[in-house]
C-alpha cells in the first residue's frame, strides 16, 4: 500500500482472544465482556501482538492531493 502513495494501519480482527476457551461464559456477563472489549481496545493494532491474530484487516488512507484533481473533487456538490 505505501509504494501505491496510501498510508497504512493494520488490526487484528480476532487477536489473543480466540484462545480463551470459555468465550462464551465470559462474553455472557457484562462485567467481562467489558473487560474483554477493553483488552481488545486497547491490543487490537499493538505491531507486538498482530502475529497473535490468525486475521489481519489494512486499511490504506490516500493523502488528500491539493491539486487541480484534489480541488475539485473537494468543490463538487450533489444536485443542480
Known amino acids: 500500500m505505501s509504494e501505491a502513495g496510501f498510508g497504512q494501519t493494520s488490526v487484528a480482527i480476532e487477536g489473543p482472544g480466540w484462545l480463551l476457551q470459555d468465550f462464551e461464559a ?14 481488545i481496545r486497547r491490543t487490537e493494532s499493538e505491531p507486538s501482538l498482530l502475529g497473535a491474530s490468525s486475521h489481519l484487516l ?23
Do not use: H, N, Y
Open 26 to 39: 465470559q462474553w455472557a456477563d457484562p462485567m467481562l465482556r467489558e473487560a474483554l472489549l477493553e483488552v
Open 58 to 80: 489494512s486499511v490504506g488512507r490516500k493523502p488528500r492531493s491539493d491539486g487541480p484533481a484534489g480541488g475539485q473533487v473537494a468543490k463538487t456538490r450533489a444536485g443542480p
